[in-house]
């Protein structure tokens, strides 16, 4: 699948010089409940701190027809399984003022595995493409290996959050490393607030907390983190494991709450009431603040060794929180250099011995807490915003198009008449909901809920 070639410059003169680019993302979006989509809206608000930023607009890809409600930016939503609606907004921005696109590409939003409709947005497209990659699979199957260097085609920059991604994507699938940035994931502010004033505000004052948060499901490995407990309790009775997040609504679309009741069992059975609390909602980003606040020792004891990025594994190393991760792919590189401590999979003791060794030794938990915040300090979400606007910047530069008319340098609303008969194209085509997940979807619903 060749990439497009321009011809062309794309922009036309601004006051005062060049306009800012405009960028339209490709993504799932709030109110929507996934990473990808809180990802997205935190890239939004980075990139607009930025004094040449343009306005963005979304195409907010769905999955059957939830009825959701959109805010600003999202301009058209795209029904994952219904490529007609791809093309549609394929249209929609080759007629707009969008000078590049943003693909936050994960497996599954885009109908599978092998994204058919992906392709046929890419192969319509007349604009320059930035693609974010959150999950890069090594020794990937043919199919697979095939996909995403056909994406890389198609795509003028990829952007990845972990170093080793670079060497695996050049060395699994052959894709130059010139083409591929590195860019860290963005992290949220550290609270102002004292460990002991957060904890106060929780209810665990006193209480050596230990804390994993994000969208619960199997992957996580949550049940060995809670299985650690009876070796830690003994040493530490002051201790207690708080679980912050809702069941991933993917994985309550397939087995409802099974996950959560079976490490409820295990709770009851064991006794453990007073040192389990489980928050079961999907938490706004001030409280995730204030969880990681009052955290000691943040867990993160996922399941998959090939796990590329973590949101919440971010948000934590930046918050400056001590932290103990099974060695997965981003945890390698994101605590490497004594950042934190790596523990086998599957490994209660692991886990135990780890937890214990660190409050045991509260001057080794400093240590990592200030090893944490200092390497943070480059993964905030303005820094991050403003390395992808300065990306941004360059590719829309260098790419070059067919001149639009006049009337494209105005304001991209969904009053234009081609951009209104465009979303009205889309939603005639709406197809009814499907009866269930794809089976594509199903294989790689773990990468989709590990995050």
Same mark, same amino acid.
Do not use: F
């Given at each position: 699948m060749p990439a497009h070639r321009y011809t062309t410059n794309r922009r036309e003169a601004w006051p005062g010089g060049q306009r800012p680019s405009r960028v339209a993302y490709l993504s799932t979006y709030p109110p929507r409940e996934c990473g990808i989509a809180t990802f997205c809206e935190d890239l939004i608000t980075a990139t607009l701190l930025g004094?040449? @930023?343009?306005?963005?607009?979304? #195409?907010?890809?769905?999955?059957?027809? &939830?009825?959701?409600? %959109?805010?600003w930016p999202v301009a058209l939503r795209v029904d994952d399984d219904w490529e007609e609606q791809y093309a549609a907004a394929a249209d929609f921005i080759n007629d707009s003022s969008v000078d590049l696109v943003s693909i936050q590409h994960e497996f599954g939003i885009f109908g599978g595995i092998e994204g058919r409709g992906l392709f046929r947005f890419l192969e319509r497209l007349r604009t320059p493409v930035v693609t974010t990659l959150h999950t890069v699979l090594p020794e990937p199957e043919e199919r697979l290996r095939e996909n995403m260097q056909a994406l890389a085609r198609h795509s003028q920059r990829l952007v990845v959050m972990n170093g080793l991604a670079i060497d695996i994507l050049h060395r699994d699938y052959g894709i130059d490393k010139r083409k591929i940035e590195l860019i860290h994931h963005g992290t949220l502010p550290p609270s102002l607030e004292s460990k002991e004033q957060a904890k106060e505000c929780l209810g665990l004052s006193g209480r050596k907390v230990i804390s994993t948060f994000g969208l619960v @499901?199997?992957?996580?490995?949550? !049940? %060995? /983190?809670?299985?650690? $407990? *009876?070796?830690?309790?003994?040493? &530490?009775?002051? @201790?207690? %494991?708080?679980?912050?997040?809702?069941?991933h609504p993917s994985v309550q679309r397939v087995e409802k709450e099974s996950y959560r009741e079976e490490l409820l069992r295990f709770v009851d059975d064991h006794g453990l009431h007073n040192s389990v609390r489980f928050v079961n909602r999907y938490v706004s980003k001030s409280e995730i603040v204030r969880y990681l606040a009052a955290t000691d020792i943040y867990i993160t004891p996922y399941l998959n060794p090939q796990q590329i990025t973590s949101g919440t594994l971010a948000y934590a190393l930046a918050a400056g929180t001590a932290i103990v991760s099974t060695a997965y792919l981003y945890a390698r590189f994101l605590l490497d250099d004594d950042r934190g401590v790596l523990v086998d999979f599957r490994s209660e003791s692991d886990i135990a011995q780890a937890v214990n060794h660190l409050l045991d030794h509260p001057e080794i938990q400093r240590s990592l807490e200030r090893r944490g915040r200092l390497y943070g300090q480059q993964m905030s979400w303005p820094a991050a915003g403003a390395h992808y606007l300065n990306l941004f910047e360059t590719?829309?530069? !260098? @790419? #070059?198009?067919? /001149?639009? *008319?006049?009337?494209?340098? $105005?304001? =991209?609303? =969904?009053?234009?008449p081609v951009e209104r008969n465009a979303r009205h194209a889309i939603e005639r085509s709406r197809p009814a909901p499907a009866a269930g997940a794809s089976a594509a979807s199903d294989r790689l619903l773990r990468h989709r809920t590990a995050r």
């Open positions: 004094d040449n @930023a343009g306005e963005p607009i979304v #195409v907010a890809m769905e999955s059957g027809n &939830h009825g959701r409600e %959109y805010p @499901a199997r992957g996580k490995g949550l !049940e %060995y /983190a809670i299985r650690a $407990l *009876p070796h830690i309790l003994p040493r &530490h009775p002051d @201790a207690c %494991y708080v679980i912050v997040g809702q069941t590719v829309a530069r !260098e @790419a #070059v198009r067919p /001149a639009r *008319p006049v009337h494209a340098q $105005l304001q =991209l609303t =969904l009053t234009n």
